[in-house]
């Protein structure tokens, strides 16, 4: 037994794909904001010294005694 599919059928399924595709873009525009918000404060603080454990983030280093060769 065969049902056809009515016009309010594809009303309501246009409608509610309509709305489940906002909710995606809004949701993911969100988390997205929020990631990059949470690594700019981070690299902020990285960059800041706050939150290290008295440690420094230093360049390469050459070994003590050896002069610097550049060629």
């Known amino acids: 037994m065969g ?3 009515t016009p309010e059928f594809w009303r309501q399924f246009a409608v ?3 709305i489940a595709m906002t909710v995606t873009f809004v949701l993911s525009a969100a988390l997205d904001a929020l990631y990059l918000r949470s690594r700019q404060r ?3 603080r ?3 010294g706050t939150g ?3 440690t420094t983030i230093r360049g390469p280093q050459r070994p003590s005694g050896r002069p610097l060769v550049r060629s």
């Open 16 to 18: 509610l794909l309509v």
């Open 42 to 44: 981070r690299a902020v």
């Open 52 to 54: 290290t454990t008295g």
């Open 3 to 5: 049902t056809s599919l």
């Open 46 to 48: 990285r960059a800041s």
